[in-house]
């Protein structure tokens, strides 16, 4: 070998040693938003990681499976498995965990769903027709008691699954194995069959009962829904969904907030998590001048407006302290408090609009956190000031416990979390399908990663395309094929 091939191997060599040592250090974080202090960035740093750490250590390495909550044991949640699905890559991307190591679990997820039994039994089944049902046996995968095959909660796992096929690009096998299951998994997927009452689809099915009696319409969480239904490549519901879909749409004025209205936050979040809706409008948003995006950054202005104004008298209540969604609450009772009788309740789908208030002093912490991306200037500082003001009890291991209530400060016996007589009530659980969009829509405010990765996915496109929007990035998409 001549001196000068010699030195072109040391330098090879050497080159794929440093390859190899780069591939095991953490990338660096993606640039801060311009506005974001140091400070901003050190904290989005630490609660997008504790969030993620939360599906990668409580979901089951082997087939895939998350919990609905935890430390309480519970079901697993298809929802949650979706949300997921969408945290691997973003941990891949971020150099919290390898990418070989996260396309194998989410490889190893979707090759559990693709391979799962779908049948029309009642029992040792984890589908039918492609969908799933809502909660799963953490231990086996299937049907957890008598829950209804869920169309959303379907969907929330596509939208992950669709995610990482367009995220998992590379040649190697086990990427290109990603890409594959993902697709067969969607295409397996039955929307003309959900479509009792066409053209909208039903909220489930349960065996030997058939679909539920009602189907998804007008605006809230399922956006995500209907566009993947008219996105399948072998089960597309025809266009007229869409109209139908927002043929109940209310809008209205809330707050000083003129919006499009869904009370809870969840609902102008879950579907942002996967599509940038930003400069893109259908014929009903088309009409009213703005996007989806603008409609959800004014419903968030909205709640903290209500928060601000404080009608019922919540403690902590103000800048520091807002957000009404879907989350975990105290009990199902009332306390006397202050010489005043409170009404609380547990779990449900608390929120504020124009249509109605459901609110009993018990705020989510991701209610603000999962609507980063829209008003980052009054989200992040009322997150740091959470943090601040609660610490421990609320923010721990994987971030935003599921939910507070500073109101709740009397010592009484609460069906879930602890009272603390001086802060007030907190939960002492994590709840996936709040984890999720905390997680995503943070990456989305930091990065653009879910967005700009889903902008080429083209079941997504065809979607999108095929209920009307038009605009944005999506004149530039690529065309099906």
């Keep these: 070998m001549t001196s000068s091939r010699r030195r072109a191997a040391r330098r090879g060599l050497w080159l794929a040693a440093l390859l190899a040592v780069a591939a095991c250090v953490p990338r660096a974080a993606a640039p801060p938003r311009t506005g974001a202090t140091a400070e901003q960035v050190a904290f989005l740093d630490t609660l997008e990681r504790r969030t993620f750490q939360w599906f990668w250590d409580l979901s089951d390495a082997r087939t895939g499976l998350t919990p609905d909550r935890w430390p309480t044991r519970s079901f697993v949640s298809v929802g949650a498995v979706g949300f997921a699905l969408t945290a691997y890559p973003i941990g891949a991307e971020r150099g919290w965990v ?19 039994r779908q049948d029309t039994a009642a029992r040792g089944v984890t589908g039918y027709r492609g969908f799933f049902y809502h909660f799963l046996d953490p231990a086996t995968g299937v049907r957890f008691e008598n829950v209804e ?82 996105g399948s490549p072998t089960h ?27 009370a809870p936050l969840f609902g102008h979040q879950y579907s ?15 009409d009213k001048g703005i996007d989806y995006f603008e409609n959800s950054r004014r419903a968030t202005l909205a709640q903290r407006a209500y928060a601000l104004a404080n009608p019922g008298g919540f403690a902590g209540y103000g800048e520091r302290l807002w957000g009404l969604s879907a989350c975990d609450g105290p009990v199902n009772g009332t306390v006397e408090i202050a010489g005043r009788r409170r009404a609380f309740v547990t779990y449900t789908a608390r929120g504020a609009s124009f249509l109605r208030v459901e609110d009993d002093g018990t705020i989510a912490p991701t209610a603000a956190a999962g609507s980063i991306a829209f008003a980052p200037e009054v989200v992040i500082p009322t997150l740091m000031a959470m943090r601040e ?26 069906q879930h979390g602890v009272v603390d007589t001086t802060k007030g009530w907190f939960d002492t659980d994590y709840l996936g399908i709040d984890q999720g969009p905390i997680l995503a829509m943070i990456e989305n405010y930091r990065s653009d990663l879910v967005w700009k990765t889903m902008r080429r996915n083209r079941h997504l496109v065809r979607g999108l395309r095929r209920a009307g929007f038009t605009g944005g990035w999506l004149e530039t998409a690529p065309a099906d094929r």
């Excluded at 390898?98 to 799962?116: I, P, Y």
């Excluded at 969904?241 to 209205?261: D, K, S, V």
């Design 389 to 414: 003001d609660y610490g421990e009890p609320l923010f721990g291991r994987y971030g935003f416990l599921d939910a507070l209530n500073p109101t709740l400060k009397v010592a009484s016996r609460v």
């Design 149 to 230: 095959l869920s169309t959303i909660d379907t969907a929330l796992m596509l939208a992950g699954a669709l995610f990482c096929q367009s995220y998992f690009d590379r040649s190697d096998p086990r990427e290109t194995r990603v890409r594959a299951v993902a697709e067969s998994i969607y295409a397996r997927v039955d929307w003309r069959w959900a479509q009792a009452r066409p053209p909208t689809v039903s909220l489930g099915w349960k065996p030997g009962e058939g679909h539920l009696p009602w189907d998804w319409r007008g605006y809230n969480e399922a956006m995500i829904l209907q566009i993947l239904a008219l």
């Design 98 to 116: 390898r990418r070989d190591a996260a396309a194998a679990r989410a490889l190893a997820t979707l090759e559990f769903f693709w391979s799962a």
């Design 236 to 262: 597309a519901v025809e266009p007229a969904i869409w109209p139908a879909w927002c043929a109940n749409y209310r809008w209205g004025t809330f707050q000083g907030q003129e919006h499009l209205g869904f």
């Design 272 to 286: 942002h998590v996967w599509i940038d809706f930003r400069g893109i409008r259908d014929a009903y948003m088309r």
